[in-house]
Protein backbone atom coordinates (compact mmCIF):
# COMPACT_ATOMS: atom_id res chain seq x y z
CA UNK A 1 0.00 0.00 0.00
CA UNK A 2 0.88 3.48 -0.23
CA UNK A 3 1.35 5.52 3.48
CA UNK A 4 2.78 8.93 4.62
CA UNK A 5 3.12 9.34 8.42
CA UNK A 6 3.64 12.48 9.90
CA UNK A 7 2.92 14.19 13.61
CA UNK A 8 -0.95 15.28 13.60
CA UNK A 9 0.26 18.35 15.50
CA UNK A 10 3.33 20.19 16.82
CA UNK A 11 3.37 23.52 18.76
CA UNK A 12 6.14 25.94 19.52
CA UNK A 13 6.83 29.34 20.34
CA UNK A 14 8.22 32.24 17.92
CA UNK A 15 11.44 32.52 17.57
CA UNK A 16 12.16 28.69 18.32
CA UNK A 17 13.10 25.92 15.80
CA UNK A 18 10.76 22.87 14.70
CA UNK A 19 10.99 19.78 12.94
CA UNK A 20 8.02 18.16 11.28
CA UNK A 21 8.70 14.66 10.12
CA UNK A 22 7.58 12.58 7.44
CA UNK A 23 8.13 8.70 7.04
CA UNK A 24 6.90 6.81 3.80
CA UNK A 25 6.30 3.27 2.16
CA UNK A 26 5.01 3.82 -1.14
CA UNK A 27 4.91 1.75 -4.46
CA UNK A 28 7.43 3.94 -6.29
CA UNK A 29 10.06 6.79 -5.16
CA UNK A 30 11.35 9.94 -6.95
CA UNK A 31 11.20 12.69 -4.73
CA UNK A 32 9.81 14.25 -1.11
CA UNK A 33 7.49 17.69 -1.68
CA UNK A 34 6.35 19.80 1.36
CA UNK A 35 3.67 22.01 1.09
CA UNK A 36 1.91 24.45 3.76
CA UNK A 37 -1.37 25.39 3.79
CA UNK A 38 -3.28 27.82 5.99
CA UNK A 39 -6.74 27.94 6.96
CA UNK A 40 -9.40 28.48 4.15
CA UNK A 41 -6.66 28.73 1.54
CA UNK A 42 -4.77 26.17 -1.23
CA UNK A 43 -1.45 24.68 -0.76
CA UNK A 44 1.70 26.31 -1.60
CA UNK A 45 5.17 24.39 -2.61
CA UNK A 46 8.05 25.00 -0.27
CA UNK A 47 10.61 22.70 -1.48
CA UNK A 48 11.12 19.51 -2.75
CA UNK A 49 14.03 16.79 -2.31
CA UNK A 50 15.17 14.26 -4.81
CA UNK A 51 18.71 13.54 -3.51
CA UNK A 52 19.78 12.43 0.20
CA UNK A 53 20.73 15.62 1.78
CA UNK A 54 19.52 19.04 2.97
CA UNK A 55 17.82 21.57 1.14
CA UNK A 56 17.82 25.06 2.32
CA UNK A 57 15.89 28.07 1.49
CA UNK A 58 15.76 31.16 3.61
CA UNK A 59 14.15 29.73 7.37
CA UNK A 60 13.41 26.52 5.53
CA UNK A 61 14.82 23.56 5.01
CA UNK A 62 14.47 19.97 4.08
CA UNK A 63 16.02 17.06 4.84
CA UNK A 64 15.44 13.72 2.65
CA UNK A 65 17.18 10.18 3.90
CA UNK A 66 15.95 7.75 0.93
CA UNK A 67 17.44 4.51 2.91
CA UNK A 68 15.38 5.47 5.96
CA UNK A 69 12.03 6.37 3.95
CA UNK A 70 12.39 9.41 5.57
CA UNK A 71 12.26 13.20 5.29
CA UNK A 72 11.51 16.24 7.33
CA UNK A 73 11.11 20.01 7.05
CA UNK A 74 13.16 22.22 9.84
CA UNK A 75 11.29 25.98 10.13
CA UNK A 76 13.69 28.23 12.20
CA UNK A 77 13.00 31.60 13.58
CA UNK A 78 9.42 30.80 13.91
CA UNK A 79 6.71 33.54 13.43
CA UNK A 80 3.18 33.83 14.10
CA UNK A 81 2.07 33.62 10.17
CA UNK A 82 3.81 30.38 10.15
CA UNK A 83 0.99 28.64 11.69
CA UNK A 84 -0.42 26.31 9.17
CA UNK A 85 -0.73 22.95 8.45
CA UNK A 86 2.35 21.10 6.49
CA UNK A 87 1.93 18.06 4.25
CA UNK A 88 4.86 16.01 2.94
CA UNK A 89 4.24 14.29 -0.51
CA UNK A 90 5.89 11.77 -2.35
CA UNK A 91 6.16 11.47 -6.39
CA UNK A 92 5.72 8.00 -7.23
CA UNK A 93 6.81 7.94 -10.79
CA UNK A 94 9.45 9.71 -12.85
CA UNK A 95 6.91 11.21 -15.31
CA UNK A 96 3.45 13.10 -14.61
CA UNK A 97 1.87 13.84 -11.38
CA UNK A 98 1.79 10.79 -9.39
CA UNK A 99 1.75 12.10 -6.11
CA UNK A 100 0.37 10.80 -2.56
CA UNK A 101 0.27 13.43 0.51
CA UNK A 102 0.39 12.52 3.84
CA UNK A 103 -2.19 13.60 6.30
CA UNK A 104 -0.61 16.61 7.24
CA UNK A 105 0.86 18.61 10.65
CA UNK A 106 -0.74 21.45 11.76
CA UNK A 107 1.48 23.71 13.14
CA UNK A 108 0.56 25.92 15.91
CA UNK A 109 3.02 29.39 16.18
CA UNK A 110 2.66 30.90 19.84
CA UNK A 111 3.67 34.13 20.98
CA UNK B 1 -1.46 36.53 -12.91
CA UNK B 2 -0.46 32.88 -13.24
CA UNK B 3 -2.76 31.08 -11.97
CA UNK B 4 -4.91 28.06 -11.73
CA UNK B 5 -8.86 28.71 -11.25
CA UNK B 6 -11.34 26.76 -10.41
CA UNK B 7 -15.46 26.88 -10.48
CA UNK B 8 -17.58 27.10 -8.57
CA UNK B 9 -15.91 27.74 -4.93
CA UNK B 10 -18.73 26.82 -3.44
CA UNK B 11 -21.36 24.19 -5.09
CA UNK B 12 -24.38 22.28 -2.52
CA UNK B 13 -26.24 19.50 -4.75
CA UNK B 14 -28.43 16.79 -4.56
CA UNK B 15 -27.66 13.04 -4.64
CA UNK B 16 -27.19 11.77 -8.67
CA UNK B 17 -27.53 15.22 -10.30
CA UNK B 18 -24.60 15.30 -12.55
CA UNK B 19 -22.16 18.13 -12.31
CA UNK B 20 -19.06 19.62 -13.48
CA UNK B 21 -16.16 21.38 -11.37
CA UNK B 22 -14.27 23.27 -14.21
CA UNK B 23 -10.61 24.08 -13.91
CA UNK B 24 -8.28 26.34 -16.17
CA UNK B 25 -4.09 27.06 -15.80
CA UNK B 26 -2.72 30.06 -17.45
CA UNK B 27 0.81 29.00 -16.99
CA UNK B 28 0.99 26.63 -20.43
CA UNK B 29 1.54 24.12 -17.75
CA UNK B 30 1.60 20.19 -19.09
CA UNK B 31 0.59 18.28 -16.45
CA UNK B 32 -2.89 18.95 -14.45
CA UNK B 33 -4.40 16.90 -11.47
CA UNK B 34 -7.43 16.79 -8.97
CA UNK B 35 -7.39 16.26 -5.24
CA UNK B 36 -9.59 15.67 -2.67
CA UNK B 37 -8.89 17.21 0.57
CA UNK B 38 -10.76 15.26 3.84
CA UNK B 39 -10.27 16.41 7.46
CA UNK B 40 -7.37 13.83 8.72
CA UNK B 41 -6.67 12.24 4.97
CA UNK B 42 -4.73 15.06 3.75
CA UNK B 43 -4.99 15.50 -0.11
CA UNK B 44 -5.98 12.29 -2.00
CA UNK B 45 -5.33 12.19 -5.79
CA UNK B 46 -8.23 11.18 -7.92
CA UNK B 47 -6.96 11.49 -11.53
CA UNK B 48 -3.69 13.32 -13.28
CA UNK B 49 -3.27 13.89 -16.63
CA UNK B 50 0.21 14.19 -17.83
CA UNK B 51 -1.01 16.54 -21.68
CA UNK B 52 -3.69 16.32 -23.83
CA UNK B 53 -5.69 13.54 -24.49
CA UNK B 54 -3.72 11.65 -21.59
CA UNK B 55 -4.93 10.96 -18.20
CA UNK B 56 -4.61 8.22 -15.62
CA UNK B 57 -6.11 7.42 -12.33
CA UNK B 58 -5.12 8.62 -8.98
CA UNK B 59 -5.69 6.78 -5.62
CA UNK B 60 -9.51 7.18 -5.55
CA UNK B 61 -11.09 7.95 -8.99
CA UNK B 62 -14.26 5.58 -8.35
CA UNK B 63 -17.38 7.90 -8.97
CA UNK B 64 -15.12 10.53 -11.01
CA UNK B 65 -14.63 11.54 -14.53
CA UNK B 66 -12.20 13.28 -16.02
CA UNK B 67 -11.23 14.94 -19.69
CA UNK B 68 -8.28 16.77 -20.89
CA UNK B 69 -9.26 18.31 -24.40
CA UNK B 70 -7.16 20.79 -24.27
CA UNK B 71 -4.05 21.77 -22.32
CA UNK B 72 -5.58 24.50 -20.14
CA UNK B 73 -8.50 22.82 -19.37
CA UNK B 74 -9.05 19.49 -16.92
CA UNK B 75 -12.69 19.69 -15.72
CA UNK B 76 -14.07 16.82 -13.42
CA UNK B 77 -17.25 15.42 -13.78
CA UNK B 78 -19.34 13.58 -11.11
CA UNK B 79 -21.75 11.67 -13.01
CA UNK B 80 -24.14 10.88 -9.88
CA UNK B 81 -22.87 12.17 -6.97
CA UNK B 82 -23.10 10.68 -3.54
CA UNK B 83 -22.95 12.30 -0.22
CA UNK B 84 -19.51 10.55 0.39
CA UNK B 85 -17.99 12.96 -2.22
CA UNK B 86 -18.63 15.44 -0.03
CA UNK B 87 -15.17 17.51 0.20
CA UNK B 88 -12.67 20.22 -0.45
CA UNK B 89 -11.75 19.41 -4.12
CA UNK B 90 -8.43 21.19 -5.53
CA UNK B 91 -6.94 21.14 -9.00
CA UNK B 92 -3.24 21.59 -9.28
CA UNK B 93 -0.72 21.86 -12.51
CA UNK B 94 2.65 21.57 -13.07
CA UNK B 95 5.49 22.23 -16.07
CA UNK B 96 6.53 18.93 -18.08
CA UNK B 97 9.81 16.40 -16.97
CA UNK B 98 11.48 18.15 -20.04
CA UNK B 99 11.41 21.51 -17.71
CA UNK B 100 14.39 22.65 -15.52
CA UNK B 101 13.89 21.20 -12.05
CA UNK B 102 12.05 21.12 -10.17
CA UNK B 103 9.88 22.46 -12.78
CA UNK B 104 7.44 19.62 -12.87
CA UNK B 105 7.56 18.48 -9.19
CA UNK B 106 6.11 22.17 -8.15
CA UNK B 107 2.03 22.06 -8.16
CA UNK B 108 0.50 24.96 -8.35
CA UNK B 109 -3.16 24.43 -6.59
CA UNK B 110 -6.06 26.09 -7.44
CA UNK B 111 -8.19 27.82 -4.59
CA UNK B 112 -10.72 25.02 -4.26
CA UNK B 113 -14.04 24.31 -4.43
CA UNK B 114 -15.97 23.24 -1.66
CA UNK B 115 -18.72 20.80 -2.83
CA UNK B 116 -21.65 19.29 -0.43
CA UNK B 117 -23.75 16.52 -1.71
CA UNK B 118 -27.12 16.50 -0.06
Known amino acids: GQSLEQPSEVTAVEGAIVQINCTYQTSGFYGLSWYQQHDGGAPTFLSY????GLEETGRFSSFLSRSDSYGYLLLQELQMKDSASYFCAVKRDNYGQNFVFGPGTRLSVLP | EAQVTQNPRYLITVTGKKLTVTCSQNMNHEYMSWYRQDPGLGLRQIYY???????DKGDVPEGYKVSRKEKRNFPLILESPSPNQTSLYFCASSLGEGSTPPGANVLTFGAGSRLTVL
Open chain 1, 49 to 52: NALD
Open chain 2, 49 to 55: SMNVEVT
